[in-house]
């Protein structure tokens, strides 16, 4: 059984942390680098176990790793050699694993919640791109091509022990399709797919999202469906429009409502007010496994926790 289905086969819903790259910055990391958090794995490591505990804290049954923007392409342009970046890459799963354990020794009631899981974050192509293309899909670059990308990295992190992948922020319909080619090369291995949305009913590059669904419905290893780094007002729809084509779980971790503007490197905007009270109504929708992405903290997550549990 894949790790999501057993923990909902005895909870409503899986509750995922927030966002990591916030919390380093508030703890004082610069993370204006083309490797984002991934710049952290070398400088400070512990933080972002702590960042990971701070997050189990606040009731998270899932840590998401601090992989997103680790590839070897992108290490090899900050000098940094493959073996490194093979053991950099790994050690984002080994922090979020030591994170959870370290963690669930304290638990006292243990039945009282899921023992987490470690989802190792899968980046789409765009994030090594570090152009904000993420949200557009406009790679210029062919399947085969990403799946050449996504394969190493991909692999690292299965033998690094990591529960699931989470294929996260995915722009356009040809990257999930990658995606689930390299998965297909890994049969033990199950992911999460998640996009990046432009409006209520379609992905960033335009695909409607009930496409991608039905394709990716299919596919066994695939545990869930969903969207992450989207306005919080477009995801009701979205959920329908997931559930109309697929009986697969959903799952959902917006950003905060401000949105990223990729020339100046920073966010704009205010955030949509009460997010705890809007994961209940993704919840009420249909959606199974919810948290924040970019702008969400600790205090979100643990709003959703009670909201949702309660």
Not at 208 to 213: G, T
Request: proline share 5%.
């Amino acid at each position: 059984m894949n790790p999501i289905q057993r923990i909902l086969t005895d909870f409503p819903a899986l509750i995922l942390d927030g966002a990591l790259a916030t919390e380093l910055e508030r703890h004082g990391c610069d993370l204006n680098n083309p490797l984002w958090s991934a710049k952290i794995l070398m400088e400070n490591p512990d933080l972002i176990k702590q960042v990971h505990m701070d997050y189990f804290q606040a009731g998270a049954d899932c840590a998401i790793t601090a992989s997103y923007q680790t590839t070897f392409e992108g290490f090899a342009e900050r000098g940094v050699s493959r073996e490194e970046a093979y053991r950099l890459i790994q050690q984002s799963v080994t922090l979020a694993v030591e994170a959870r354990d370290e963690f669930w020794e304290t638990v006292s009631d243990q039945q009282a919640r899921p023992k987490p899981i470690v989802a190792a974050s899968v980046g789409p192509y765009g994030a090594f791109l570090a152009d904000g293309s993420e949200y557009r899909g406009d790679y210029r670059v062919s399947k085969d091509e990403l799946v050449a990308f996504h394969r190493p990295r991909i692999q690292a992190l299965i033998e690094a022990g990591a529960d699931i992948l989470a294929c996260e922020t995915i722009p356009c319909l040809e990257e999930a399709e990658a995606l689930v080619e390299v998965l297909g090369e890994f049969p033990q291995a199950y992911a999460w797919i998640t996009f990046s949305s432009k409006d209520e009913h379609h992905i960033s590059d335009g695909t409607p999202i009930a496409k991608c669904a039905r394709f990716l419905t299919d596919y066994d290893q695939v545990a869930a469906i969903g969207i992450n780094c989207t306005p919080p007002a477009f995801i009701p729809s979205l959920i329908t429009h997931i559930k109309s084509e697929s009986d697969k779980p959903v799952v959902v971790y917006p950003n905060s409502g401000e949105q990223y503007n990729a020339v100046t490197k920073k966010w704009e905007g205010s955030s949509s007010g009460d997010y705890a009270c809007e994961a209940k109504k993704w919840f009420e929708h249909g959606a199974q496994l919810i948290g924040g992405c970019c702008r969400t903290k600790p205090d979100d997550i643990q709003a959703i926790e009670k909201l949702i549990r309660s």
